[in-house]
């Protein structure tokens, strides 16, 4: 954590601020360990202040024993103005991304009852944090390498089961089930399971609606483990898989190794989605392929770097991201398949080891 604000502050400094409020909750958990669910960082270069209420005091003290604890009760008019005692005049960078409209106009009425010259100037700023946390520590590597096998053997043991009369909430539920029984805290995003023609849309969700041989289902899920995210999807059939589906999958399973063995540190977001796309393109289908390659997976499920059409962002080592491309098809379904993958000594090492295709029921 310590390493963090150090890098946070030379950030500030590039930025020419003079401290930053952090609001978001994953980048307050990332700079601090603390994980409750409400409160505020502020951290300038000779400082490190946790302000929360009475909930988290113990919590706070526990998780963040390098922050100094700033007691908040009741509203910002009564704690935010001692917060900023001595920072009159200073430019504080506050997260515009997560800050509300309506936080921001309490924030500043609430700054207001301080002399002018006592009053720091709160000044937006974007992914300031978020940068940092776009190159994962060997730590961080290694926490969501947990998460991603756990999201493994979850998917894995739940397909080998599937068989037709299975509703989709029920495959939902049983990947669930053994993520809670072994070890995962949580979901890290709704199961999506879709079955037949409901595969056509790329986050349908679950219905009680009953599998039936001789079609794809689509499932994509991940677990949270320490607060760290898998993102994972496969593809499977129930029964003996016909002409069109094996030309559709083979289609999809070619796009996504080409992007796995081609992705290079250096390409931007795009270059890494256009891979991908080139190949689905060229077999014709191109325009069922609508959304990005991938995207950035840490403490939250999405973040960046984008891979994605009009991506700029430049992909390099220590980057954990998804690898992600899908063709759907309007009244017979879709395909997606779906691995994590981390950027190491200039390529891709695949974190996702469930199988590619199994042939269920």
């Not at 700079?31 to 951290?43: E, N, P, Q, V």
């Not at 079955?195 to 790329?202: F, V």
């Not at 499977?236 to 016909?242: E, Q, R, T």
Request: glycine share 10%.
């Amino acid at each position: 954590m310590d390493q963090r604000v150090t890098r946070l502050r030379a950030a500030l400094e590039k930025h020419e601020l003079d401290g930053a409020l952090i609001s978001n909750a994953q980048n307050r958990r990332y700079l601090s360990g603390f994980t409750g669910s409400a409160g505020y960082l502020l951290i300038t270069p000779d400082d490190a202040v946790i302000a929360t209420d009475f909930r988290y005091y113990e919590q706070s003290a526990a998780q963040a024993p390098d922050f100094r604890l700033h007691k908040t009760v009741g509203g910002f008019d009564g704690w935010l103005p001692p917060l900023f005692a001595g920072l009159g005049g200073k430019k504080i960078g506050f997260e515009a991304g997560d800050m509300t409209v309506a936080t921001h106009q309490q924030a500043r009425k609430a700054l207001a009852t301080l002399t002018e010259s006592d009053q720091p100037k709160l000044t937006p700023t974007t992914n300031l944090v978020e940068a940092l946390r776009l190159y994962k520590e060997p730590a961080e590597i290694e926490a969501l390498q947990r998460a991603v096998d756990l999201g493994d053997a979850a998917l894995t043991d739940v397909a080998a089961r599937v068989e037709p009369g299975w509703t989709e909430k029920q495959v939902a539920w049983e990947i669930e089930k053994y993520i809670r029984e072994h070890g995962g805290d949580a979901l890290s995003f709704d199961t999506i399971v879709a079955g037949g023609p409901w595969g056509a849309m790329p986050h349908a969700y679950p219905r009680e609606r009953k599998l039936e041989s001789g079609e794809g289902v689509v499932i994509d899920m991940g677990c949270d483990i320490d607060g760290y995210m898998s993102d994972l999807t496969r593809t499977i059939f129930l029964g003996k898989p016909d002409d069109q589906f094996r030309k559709i999958y083979d289609i999809v399973l070619t796009a996504q190794l080409t992007a796995e063995d081609m992705v290079k540190p250096g390409m931007t977001g795009e270059e890494c989605h256009m891979i991908a796309h080139n190949v689905i393109d060229a077999a014709g289908y191109g325009e069922t392929f609508g959304h990005g390659l991938g995207h950035g997976i840490g403490l939250q499920v999405h973040e960046a770097p984008r891979v994605a059409r009009t991506s700029n962002d430049e992909l390099h080592d220590n980057m954990v991201f998804t690898i992600e491309p899908g063709i759907y098809i309007t009244g017979w379904g879709g395909v997606r398949i779906e691995d994590m993958v981390v950027l190491e000594n200039g390529k891709a090492r695949v974190m996702s080891h469930a199988p590619k295709l199994q042939f269920v029921g």
